[in-house]
């Protein structure tokens, strides 16, 4: 996309946005693209273990910063989605499907695999959140929650290990 197309289209949104009437927006996520669902997945999930984070740490910012990122990272997603896929009906296991073969380029952090399941699980919870199917989201995302928490729980204790291993008294 040209500049110059960027700036029209931002320009059509914000028009559009200021002249519209407070609350009547409406979407329609099947006729979205998966990347603009992940993109609304990614913010939704986000908000999610931010505020789930709340209940153990209320003071420290920095450590809440620190255990949100590695909760929301694309390798902690994928681990998620893959641990989920069972659980997944057969429309959610296409919007994953959808999401994760939509083929953009991966992060340094993640690998391509990783990045992509991460996507799917976005565009996933993306699509639950546009259709309003909050009570499904929620249990997916309080899944996730729990088996993210339990494999950083497993890595801690695996890295401690190994660098207690390297000591020598």
């Not at 996507?119 to 729990?146: N, P, W």
């Amino acid at each position: 996309m040209k500049f110059d197309h960027f700036q029209l289209l931002m320009g059509k949104i914000l028009n559009q946005a200021a002249t519209a009437p407070v609350g009547s927006f409406a979407v329609e996520p099947e006729r979205l693209h998966p990347l603009v669902l992940a993109y609304i997945g990614d913010a939704v999930f986000t908000l999610y273990v931010r505020t789930r984070l709340l209940t153990y740490e209320q003071q420290k910012v920095r450590v809440l910063h620190s255990y949100d990122a590695k909760m929301v990272s694309a390798v902690m997603q994928a681990v998620a989605v893959k641990e989920l896929a069972g659980e997944l009906s057969e429309a959610e296991q296409d919007l994953v499907r959808r999401g994760r073969n939509t083929g953009k380029a991966a992060p340094r952090s993640a690998s391509v695999g990783e990045y992509r399941h991460s996507t799917g699980f976005e565009t996933l919870l993306g699509y639950l959140f546009l259709s309003k199917q909050h009570e499904r989201l929620y249990e997916i995302m309080d899944k996730a929650f729990v088996i993210i928490s339990r494999k950083l729980l497993k890595c801690d204790e695996e890295c401690g290990e190994e660098k207690n291993e390297g000591k020598t008294d």
